[in-house]
């Protein structure tokens, strides 16, 4: 048995950083990267990593010390290859993924502009293909389920995967994203239902529920289903929401090189904390070091902590019962 399944998307990651750009501002005031139109742009440095929020999840729970499995869809080319090669070298099984010959790996550029935060260019492949009758029942032997944000054909998937969840007494832990989000809280509701961990961000809460404060928001999100509920906040910190209670997490200041996989980092931490000690403080804290680890660096699995390398920084860190 797997003490957790991650059920997500894979991708080639290409990361740039362009010599030069311009800075437009739209309609809503916000910051837009600009390159001419038949333009040629210099890049300063490229990198080549493996993402997207199912791989990155299952690599940050491997290290933390769990047995785990990947469930996504991938082709059989050299970029699929890559990825599994990877995931396998971690100590992942894939014996889970659904490999087509017509199916297409995911591929991002991460557009890492000088002083912003990065902007990334998505082609999802197949990572939206995933059906119920491509997955093996038998294998699906397993304490925690990690979902991470799935579309189209796969959202269809993790509902009949919440469904079969419950069924066998499997717990789930649900990773937004604003694609996700933006969809509404009733097209998620048969999966919320179902969670027990959920976790999104600030921008992802406020599209569910409305702009609103913490307390109303883990109230209204609460009534979903979900027991357990973490907002991220960027560099305004944390809040988990547990049993009628708030808590509030202050991040350190550290050296932001790129911030892509962060949140798959303060996630799947999140959910590791819980799952070792079942104490909310100590999963917030675990959380927040690990995904200040990431950010330090380009990609989004090379600097994840191993369990005693995460524990080790969260000695002086303190969380604020808020109510």
């Known amino acids: 048995m797997y003490d957790i399944i991650c059920v997500g998307s894979s991708t080639i990651d290409l990361y740039i950083k362009p010599e030069s750009s311009q800075v437009l501002y739209d309609k809503s005031n916000k910051e837009c990267i600009s390159f001419p139109v038949g333009g040629k742009i210099l890049l300063e440095e490229i990198e080549f990593s493996t993402g997207g929020g199912g791989t990155n999840a299952a690599v940050s729970l491997t290290r933390l010390g769990f047995n785990v499995a990947y469930l996504g869809k991938m082709g059989l080319d050299d970029y699929s290859n890559a990825i599994l090669q990877n995931l396998s070298k971690e100590g992942i099984d894939t014996s889970l993924v659904s490999l087509k010959k017509s199916a297409k790996v995911g591929f991002s550029v991460v557009i890492d502009d000088k002083g912003r935060d990065r902007t990334i260019l998505s082609f999802r492949g197949s990572n939206g293909d995933l059906r119920w009758d491509e997955i093996s029942k038998n294998k699906l032997k397993t304490k925690w389920f990690y979902f991470s944000s799935m579309m189209k054909e796969s959202f269809k998937t993790l509902i009949r995967l919440s469904e079969y969840a419950e ?3 499997i717990q789930i832990a649900f990773v937004l994203s604003p694609f996700l989000a933006e969809q509404g809280i009733k097209k998620l509701k048969n999966i919320l239902k179902r969670v027990s961990v959920l976790v999104l961000n600030k921008e992802e809460a406020g599209l569910l529920v409305g702009e609103k404060d913490y307390a109303s928001q883990f109230h209204d999100l609460a009534k979903a289903g979900p027991t357990t509920i973490a907002i991220t906040d960027g560099a305004k910190g944390a809040y988990v929401f547990n049993d009628g209670c708030i808590y509030y997490g202050k991040p350190r200041r550290v050296k932001i090189v790129e911030t892509t996989g962060a949140g798959d980092a303060f996630a799947s931490t999140f959910l ?16 927040m070091a690990n995904a200040e680890s990431v950010i330090g660096h ?23 019962f808020v109510q």
């Open 167 to 169: 069924q066998k007494n």
């Open 272 to 287: 590791a904390g819980l799952m070792k000690k079942n104490d909310i403080s100590f999963a917030l804290k675990l959380a």
């Open 298 to 320: 380009h990609g989004a699995k090379e600097k994840l902590l191993t369990f005693k390398e995460a524990s080790k920084k969260i000695s002086r860190r303190a969380i604020k």
